[in-house]
C-alpha cells in the first residue's frame, strides 16, 4: 500500500507561482511511475506532468513551458512547479503513482485557485 499527500495549493494572482509537492509513504519503494493530474471545474480530470522511476519526465503540451516536474527521492516526495499561472488553471490538482504491478494510488488533491 501506498499512502500520498499533497501540499502546496492555495490562492495566487495571474502570473504567479505555486509548487505543489506529494509525499509518498507505505511501500515507496514499489513505486515505477508517478503523475500530477487536474480537475477544472466542469472538466474531466486530466493528466498535467509524468515521471517515471528510471527518470524520465514529460509535461502536458497545454501547460508545456510554464510547468515542470521534479523529484526528491530521499524524502519520497514529487514536486508540480507552476509558473506564470492563470486562470485556466484553476483546479483541483492530484497527485497519482503507479506501483509495478500495476496498482494506482491517488492523493486527496489540492486546491489551486488563479484569480485577482
Known amino acids: 500500500q501506498v499512502q500520498l499527500v499533497e501540499s502546496g495549493g492555495g490562492l495566487v494572482q495571474p502570473g504567479g507561482s505555486l509548487r505543489l509537492s506529494c509525499t509518498a509513504s507505505?511501500?515507496?519503494?514499489?513505486?515505477?511511475?508517478m503523475e500530477w493530474y487536474r480537475q477544472r471545474p466542469g472538466k474531466e480530470r486530466e493528466l498535467v506532468a509524468t515521471?517515471?522511476?528510471?527518470?524520465?519526465?514529460n509535461i502536458a503540451d497545454s501547460v508545456k513551458g510554464r510547468f515542470s516536474i521534479s523529484r526528491e527521492d530521499a524524502k519520497n516526495t514529487i514536486y508540480l512547479q507552476m509558473n506564470n499561472l492563470n486562470p485556466e488553471d484553476t483546479a483541483v490538482y492530484y497527485c497519482k503513482n503507479t506501483d509495478y504491478r500495476g496498482y494506482v494510488y491517488w492523493g486527496q488533491g489540492t486546491q489551486v485557485t488563479v484569480s485577482s
Open positions: 507505505g511501500s515507496v519503494f514499489s513505486i515505477i511511475r
Open positions: 515521471a517515471i522511476k528510471a527518470g524520465n519526465t
